[in-house]
């Protein structure tokens, strides 16, 4: 594999040997730039990253060929001594020098040996990181009980299944890297994506699998931020075999998150280790995310999960009362298999509340059944507001449009309502200020800000108006 870094600055000065200049000569310019970096860098990179670097030949008198032991060797580069190594190689060579690297070819015998050390050193740092991070967080976050056996398969899940069992067959085959996984809350994501993950561990304990939901991982990032210590967590990230990322639709507007993301996510697609995340949505639906992590997310394969059809139903529930050990009479399970169809969550939340009335002894009744559903169907836990609910409530309570809401429209109604939709977006869903005034019709950060605070100021003054109408606009979403 050959990768070119942009030439270097123009030095006229100083040419570089031409094409048929020997090896030695490339070697010899490469020991002087060395002997700079020396100077440039910490004796830690340069001893590391830099020094086992062996220059390999020159090309058409204006490529500079490096052979690097390991494909981390380029990365680390790329990310940390990238702008040294240039300005070494502008004093040395001059003139258009491009750099290629070469990663696999014509190792020289005597490298070996580096190369086996460099190596050492490497897993022996990355071990005092794991244990570091570990003592940090708890150790393993997978479920062991989401395995394959008991993830029920239906025509609403077939797909994903397929694809999560032949992740789990081959992981980390480029065609299959990310394997994404998305559909509704309650659909059986997070069990599929760490039935894989269980699987993985099971087959190979040396395998490191870390499940890890986007809340958390930004949560990691912006400790070891503080800390002034990001590269211990990219690292802790860059040497998993299996990651599995939870809920990345929560990566939306978060910058910074999603930047390191895209680092680690080169890193172990590289380097052929596997990736699988969970979404709400779609990726192509998915908002405020860089172009260049949603494009790497269509490389490998996108699976939906739909809601169950009523044989899927039937079929998790008389799984679940097999695994709980409890026995419910025909028409009950019928009754819970025709009622309770949005997602399997709801569907566990019934059997256990049935479960919980039945214990002391009492089977329970087609009755009790129906009381117990229709509770839990009333007080469905509510799936998370999003930005459109808000909006769409808000235009519905001022009978407009969420279009008229977006658009450009003066009217002193319209004004208030598009600031009150970001006021309630603000506090009601997770979106960033950024998002809400992306979402509503591409408005400025500070046009935002600027809105909220004209309500803010309207409900401390305890404007008996606003309030009504906060409330009202709620109970619509
Ligand atoms: P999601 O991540 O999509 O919100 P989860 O994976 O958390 O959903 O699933 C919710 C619950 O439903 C979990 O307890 C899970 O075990 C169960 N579940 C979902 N789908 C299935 C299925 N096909 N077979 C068995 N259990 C399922
Ligand atoms: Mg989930």
Redesign the pocket.
């Known amino acids: 594999m050959d990768t070119t870094l942009p030439s270097v600055q123009e030095n006229p000065e100083n040419k570089l040997p031409q094409k048929d200049d020997t090896k030695e000569q490339a070697e010899e310019l490469w020991r002087r730039c060395l002997d700079i970096l020396s100077k440039e860098v910490t004796a830690n990179d340069y001893r590391i990253w830099l020094e086992p670097i062996r220059a390999e030949r020159i090309e058409d008198g204006v490529n500079l060929i490096l052979f690097l032991p390991h494909k981390d060797v380029y990365e680390y580069i790329e990310d940390h001594l990238v702008d040294p190594l240039r300005a070494a190689l502008n004093q040395v060579f001059g003139v258009d020098t491009k750099i290629g690297y070469v990663f696999e070819a014509e190792i020289a015998q005597n490298s070996e040996e580096d190369i086996k050390k460099i190596i050492n050193e490497q897993q022996k740092e990355q071990q005092l990181i794991i244990k570091r991070f570990d003592e940090l967080y708890e150790k393993s976050q997978i479920n062991p009980?989401?395995v394959f056996e008991?993830?029920?398969?239906?025509s609403c899940?077939r797909l994903a299944r397929s694809a999560g069992w032949a992740v789990a067959q081959q992981p980390g085959t480029n065609s299959k890297n990310p394997l994404v996984l998305y559909?509704?809350?309650?659909?059986?994501?997070?069990?599929?994506m760490q039935a894989v993950g269980n699987y993985i561990m099971e087959n190979d304990s040396a395998k490191r699998v870390v499940y890890v939901s986007v809340d958390k991982f930004t949560a990691q990032f912006v400790y070891f931020m503080k800390n002034n210590d990001l590269e211990t967590f990219k690292k802790y990230y860059q040497q998993v075999d299996l990651l599995l990322l939870?809920d990345i639709q929560f990566l939306a507007g978060k910058e910074s998150t999603q930047e390191i993301f895209f680092h680690i996510f080169n890193h172990l697609q590289q380097s052929g280790r596997q990736i699988i995340m969970?979404s709400d949505c779609s990726p192509v639906n998915l908002k405020g995310m860089a172009d260049r992590l949603l494009s790497r997310f269509k490389w490998g394969i996108l699976a939906d999960?739909q809601q169950?059809d009523l044989e899927?139903r039937m079929a998790?529930i008389q799984?679940?009362l097999q695994e709980k050990d409890v026995v419910f009479p025909d028409d009950v399970i019928e009754y819970l298999t025709q009622n309770v169809d949005s997602?399997?969550?709801e569907?566990?939340g019934a059997i256990n509340s049935l479960i919980h009335y039945s214990l002391n002894g009492v089977t329970p009744s087609l009755s009790i059944a129906q009381q117990v559903i229709r509770n839990i169907v009333q007080s469905n836990t509510p799936r998370e507001t999003t930005i459109d609910d808000v909006f769409k409530a808000v235009a519905e309570h001022f009978s407009t449009t969420v279009e008229e809401l977006k658009g450009k429209s003066r009217k002193k109604e319209i004004v208030h309502a598009r600031q009150l939709a970001m006021y309630i977006a603000k506090e009601h869903t997770r979106a960033s200020l950024k998002i809400i005034g992306a979402t509503l019709g591409g408005r400025d950060h500070s046009t935002v800000i600027h809105s909220i605070q004209a309500i803010t100021d309207l409900v401390n003054a305890k404007n008996k108006d606003i309030k009504t109408d906060i409330d009202n606009i709620k109970r619509k979403f």
Request: hydrophobic share 30%; charged share 25%; net charge positive.
């Open positions: 009980n989401y008991n993830f029920i398969e239906g899940n559909g509704g809350v309650g659909l059986g994501k997070t069990h599929l939870d969970t999960l169950p899927t998790i799984k679940k997602n399997v969550r569907m566990e």
